[in-house]
C-alpha cells in the first residue's frame, strides 16, 4: 500500500458540488454537516441504504439507531458487505459506469489502493479535526487515533483479539492466560488459528513487535493449525473439535458465548487493537451523511456499536471490554499501520509462518 501514499499525501480533495464547498466556509461544521446531509437525503425521498461489514441483526440494530436521532431519515435500509471480493465488485461496476446503489458504505483495506487508483475515493465535505470541536453538547470527544490523517475516512470499531478456548475441554487451572500460553507444549498440534494476519498491530508497535515475531515462530514451532475463518475456527472449539483458538476475534466470540457455547475467552497484555469499519465517501455514495454516519458513529453512537457489535473502542467505559483492557497496553493498528498492511506486515507474517505464495 506504501505505493500511493505519497499520491495520497498530496492529493487535492475533489468538489463534489459548489453548494457543499460554498457551505463549508463558514459558520458551525457540524450543523453545516446536518443540513448537508438532509438536503442530500430529502432528494432521496428521506431513505437511506447503509453497507456495513456487521451482520445483519447488529448492522440493522445500528441503521435504526442512526434513523432515531436523525428524524429526517423517514426509511432506512441495512446490506452486509464483508469481503474483499464485494469491495472488488463494486469498484468494478463503477468503472462500468454501473456505480451500486448505496448511500453509505466501508471499504477493505486490502482495496483501498485500487479504489485511490482508480478515482472512486473523495475526501468529505469538513475536516474532522473541525467537526471533533463543534459535536453537540454531550457527545463523548472524537478520539485523534480514529481520524485518517490524510482526511479521507474515520474509524468507527474497535476489533480486539485474544484466545478463546473450550471450557469443557480445558481444565481451569490450565486456561490461557498469556499469548506465550499458546506456544505451551501441551497444546502441540491442538492450536487453532487464522492464516489471515490479525495481529497486525502487535507487528506495528515498536514496544510489542520483536515479542510478536518470536511468538508467531513459536505458533510454527508448536505445530500450529492453520484454518481461515473467524466464527468457523470459534466453530470448531465449540464444538470440541480443538481446544484452544488463539488470535480469535473478540465480537464473534462473545454472540456465541452469550448463546451458551462453551467458550472461554480471555484479553491478553498486550491487546492488539485494530481500528475497523473505516467510513470512505466514494464517488457513487453521499458525501454529507456519510461524514455524518462516522462522526456519530465514532462518538455518540459508541455505546450502540458496542451493544450491538461488541466493537466498542476498550478505552470507553461504556464498552465490555473496558474492564478487560485496565493496566493492559494497548497497541494499536490505526491509518498509518493499515496503510502498510498488505505491502509489509502480510508478507512478513506469511513468510514466518511459511504460507504459500508468501514473498
Not at 129 to 146: F, N, Y
Amino acid at each position: 500500500m506504501t505505493k500511493w501514499l505519497p499520491v495520497w499525501r498530496v492529493a487535492v480533495g475533489i468538489i463534489l458540488f459548489d453548494s457543499v464547498s460554498l457551505f463549508a466556509q463558514s459558520g458551525d461544521p457540524y450543523h453545516q454537516l446536518v443540513e448537508l446531509a438532509k438536503a442530500e437525503i430529502a432528494k432521496k425521498a428521506g431513505k437511506v441504504i447503509i453497507a456495513l461489514n456487521w451482520t445483519n441483526p447488529q448492522g440493522k440494530a445500528m441503521v435504526d439507531e442512526f434513523k432515531k436521532d436523525f428524524s429526517f431519515i423517514k426509511e432506512s435500509k441495512f446490506e452486509r458487505v464483508r469481503t474483499v471480493e464485494e469491495a472488488q465488485r463494486a469498484l468494478m461496476e463503477f468503472k462500468a459506469g454501473r456505480p451500486q446503489q448505496v448511500d453509505v458504505t466501508t471499504i477493505s483495506d486490502e482495496v483501498w489502493p485500487a479504489y485511490h487508483e482508480a478515482g472512486a475515493l473523495v475526501k468529505p465535505p469538513f475536516e474532522y479535526q473541525r467537526l471533533a470541536k463543534a459535536l453537540p453538547q454531550g457527545w463523548p470527544t472524537l478520539d485523534p487515533r480514529v481520524v485518517d490523517p490524510h482526511g479521507y475516512f474515520l474509524a468507527t470499531t474497535g476489533a480486539v483479539r485474544g484466545i478463546a478456548y473450550n471450557k469443557t475441554l480445558v481444565a481451569a487451572d490450565k486456561a490461557p492466560k498469556r499469548w506465550e500460553d499458546c506456544l505451551d507444549p501441551m497444546w502441540r498440534g491442538k492450536v487453532l488459528y487464522d492464516p489471515r494476519p490479525k495481529l497486525t498491530s502487535l507487528q506495528h508497535d515498536p514496544k510489542t513487535r520483536d515479542a510478536h515475531l518470536k511468538w508467531l515462530r513459536g505458533l510454527l514451532e508448536n505445530k500450529v493449525v492453520l484454518n481461515r475463518g473467524m466464527d468457523e475456527n470459534l466453530q470448531k472449539v465449540a464444538a470440541g473439535e480443538f481446544p484452544i483458538n488463539c488470535a480469535a476475534n473478540y465480537h464473534n466470540a462473545m454472540p456465541m458465548i452469550d448463546e451458551g457455547a462453551p467458550i472461554g475467552f480471555v484479553l491478553p497484555d498486550p491487546i492488539p487493537l485494530e481500528l475497523g469499519t473505516q467510513m470512505f465517501v466514494t464517488k457513487w455514495t453521499l458525501p454529507a451523511t456519510t461524514q455524518l454516519f462516522a462522526l456519530w458513529a465514532a462518538t455518540k453512537a459508541q455505546p450502540v456499536v458496542e451493544k450491538s457489535g461488541y466493537r466498542g473502542f476498550p478505552w470507553d467505559p461504556t464498552s465490555r471490554k473496558y474492564a478487560m483492557a485496565q493496566k493492559k497496553y494497548i497497541a494499536v493498528c490505526g491509518p498509518d499501520c493499515l496503510s502498510l498492511a498488505a505491502d509489509k506486515y502480510d508478507q512478513e507474517h506469511a513468510r514466518i509462518l511459511k504460507l504459500p505464495g508468501a514473498k
